[in-house]
Structures are given as structure tokens and as C-alpha cells.
């Protein structure tokens, strides 16, 4: 089933690829601090109860508080990337990385250290060989380092990110934003034809699957298909965002999407709102009741139950999932603490390296 969805994922890749910015900012993926991250997730690692892999991040978060961050970055102010405009094929990506620093000389100090020798500047544009064999410039403003494959990319006027940055890419830990209708027919064309060809390229019914098999991943990789194509077609804004709720021991994922006023898309959504044709969705299910109804009654196994949901803090054992319509189309998935521990202890060891 993980297969089935290859074409809409590639045809996802496609679209951001394909967005023509006239600024900056219509497509921006961002982090809300470094200290943010580190912090939230060693926080997730030992809700899961994965100790090991939170203290291996304890160096680092000991970098980052009490005033001893790593000399060159500033891990309390935002970073990523944005897409700042369409380049035709065989040109370099058009991503330009931001990244906060503390002082210039002190960034290029750890450029160094880490065997990236920066070269002389060229209209305050460093150019950059690095152990991967790809070149990248480099050019400070702002009390930020932007970083682009291309020379070009930097030369213009660069955006202070705490001026461009979307609210959702301010408030939420993770957050991509991107205006879908700043891409260009032509550029359209030919995602839609990418998704096609994709498409047809997961038709052939595959060795390892019965009839009934083929015919149902065949079914859900049209029909994922054709969702990105109407949104590629008539949709104007998208948005993510991952956030961790540490007081409520929470994990949550939120996708909203609009569509252009009067588009098909836009009718489809409407539809799926309180008062539309079809009804949204939501599904809440606690995890240890699942567990508790086919577990073994040994005692062993009981206490080892009892352990891993943590049944000294009631409710903390449900995933819940929302999708709804109306204005946007919006999904969301909640993840409690305990359910996260329940999810990390099924995950094999040999996949957790």
C-alpha cells in the first residue's frame, strides 16, 4: 500500500520544484530555533522511551543553553529555506538555506573547522568548495548566512527572514508554506504529465501481488493521483506544521490547504465541511483498551502492559486523526505521549539504528 502512493509523493516533489516565487517568501520551510528543535526532540525520544538516543543529544543542548551555543550560530532564531524562483532544467536548484549567526568571522571560524574553507568574497559572496565535491556560496545579512548552489541567487537584495517568514512558519516548530498558484501553466503542463507517467509506471501488476491486490493499489494510486492533480490544477496555498506539546506529552501533524474561489477543488472541499454534502472525519482510538481487549491475562504480561501505557496518567494513550472541509481543507493527527512509547516499542530494533 506504501507503493501506491509513490506517484502522488513524486508528483508532490514536482509541484515545490515547479513554484515560480515573485517573492521570496511564497515557499518557505523553516525551524523555529535550533534550541526549539534540540529540545523538543529529545523530548519526543524519552516519551517514546528511547534514553539512549535523548542523551546522545544532551551535548548538544548543553551547547545551546546557559548562554554556551556554539560560537557562529545562533540557536534561538529561526532557519531554512526558501524557493525564490524557477530555473529550467539543468540549472541549479533554486533554494537559497538562511541560517542565524552570531558573528560572520565566528560562522567562518566553524565553516573552517569543519574543512570548508571559504574563498575571497566577490561582492560580499563567498564561493565554497566542500568534502561532498558541490560548491555553494555564501553571503551574510541580516545576522543570517544564506546559502545557495548558485552565485546569482545571492546577488540581489536577500530578505530578513524575521520580516518574510509566514505566521505559520513563526508559531509552529516545523512549518513549509507555499503558494500553488504562483506556478506557471507551462510548468503545470508538466508536472501533470510527470504524474501521468509515474502513474503508468505502477499499473503493471507486479509478480508478488494477486489480482484483488493489484486492483486495489491500482485504485489508490489513481485516485492519489488525481487528488494532486486537481490540486495542482486549482489550488492556492498549502501549508504544514509539526509541533511538540510538551506540557499535554502531545506530537501533532496539521496540513490545510486552499483552493482558488469557484475551482472544482474549491467545491469539493465546501463539500466536505459541517454543512456539505459528505461529513468529515474523525477517528480517536485509545491505544491501551485496543491492547488491554486481546492482551493475555499473566501476570508477567499485565505488569509489562501496565509499564509501557503508563497507567498513572489516564488519556494519555490516544491518536487522533481529523479531516474536515469547508474553507481548506485541513488534516490532523494527534499522537499522545503514551501511544508514542506503544509506536516506538513495535518499531524492529534493526530500524531504529
Known amino acids: 500500500m506504501l507503493r501506491a502512493s509513490k506517484a502522488g509523493i513524486v508528483a508532490f516533489i514536482v509541484v515545490l520544484a515547479a513554484l515560480t516565487p515573485t517573492q521570496a517568501q511564497d515557499v518557505v520551510l523553516s525551524v523555529r530555533s535550533f534550541e526549539d528543535l534540540l529540545n523538543d526532540v529529545k523530548f519526543v525520544l524519552k516519551t517514546a522511551g528511547m534514553e539512549d538516543r535523548a542523551q546522545q543529544l544532551e551535548g548538544l543542548l548543553a551547547l545551546a ?189 496539521e496540513i490545510q490547504a486552499t483552493a482558488t474561489k469557484g475551482s472544482e477543488l474549491a467545491k469539493r472541499i465546501k463539500d466536505f465541511g459541517p454543512g456539505g454534502v459528505t461529513a468529515p472525519v474523525h477517528f480517536e482510538v485509545s491505544i491501551g483498551k485496543v491492547l488491554r481487549m486481546f492482551a493475555s491475562r499473566e501476570a508477567e504480561q499485565q505488569e509489562q502492559l501496565k509499564k509501557l501505557l503508563g497507567d498513572d496518567k489516564p488519556g494519555q494513550d490516544v491518536i487522533k486523526l481529523t479531516l474536515s472541509g469547508g474553507d481548506a481543507a485541513r488534516l490532523r493527527l494527534e499522537v499522545s505521549g503514551t501511544a508514542l512509547r506503544v509506536i516506538a516499542a513495535l518499531i524492529p530494533s534493526d530500524l531504529g539504528q
Open 65 to 253: 543553553g546557559g548562554g554556551n551555543q556554539p560560537p557562529g550560530i545562533d540557536v534561538k532564531k529561526p532557519f531554512g529555506l526558501y524557493i525564490r524562483e524557477y530555473t529550467t532544467e539543468g540549472q541549479e536548484p533554486p533554494v537559497v538555506l538562511f541560517l542565524p549567526v552570531t558573528k560572520p568571522e565566528e560562522f567562518l571560524d566553524l565553516l573552517r573547522q569543519a574543512g570548508v574553507e571559504p574563498g575571497k568574497p566577490e561582492k560580499d559572496i563567498y564561493a565554497m568548495d566542500t568534502p561532498l565535491g558541490v560548491s555553494i556560496y555564501l553571503k551574510f545579512a541580516h545576522g543570517y548566512a544564506f546559502g545557495a548552489m548558485s552565485m546569482r541567487l545571492l546577488e540581489d537584495k536577500l530578505p530578513e527572514p524575521g520580516k518574510f517568514l509566514p505566521a505559520a512558519n513563526k508559531k509552529n516548530l516545523i512549518a513549509l508554506t507555499a503558494r500553488v498558484d504562483k506556478i506557471p501553466a507551462e510548468q503545470k503542463r508538466q508536472a501533470l504529465e510527470s504524474i501521468e507517467e509515474q502513474l503508468k509506471a505502477d499499473l503493471e501488476k507486479r509478480e508478488d501481488e494477486t489480482e484483488d491486490q493489484h486492483r486495489l493499489r491500482v485504485a489508490v494510486a489513481k485516485a492519489l493521483t488525481d487528488v494532486v492533480a486537481m490540486f495542482i490544477e486549482d489550488g492556492q496555498d498549502l501549508s504544514t506544521s509539526i509541533n511538540v506539546d510538551r506540557e499535554n506529552e502531545r506530537l501533532s501533524l
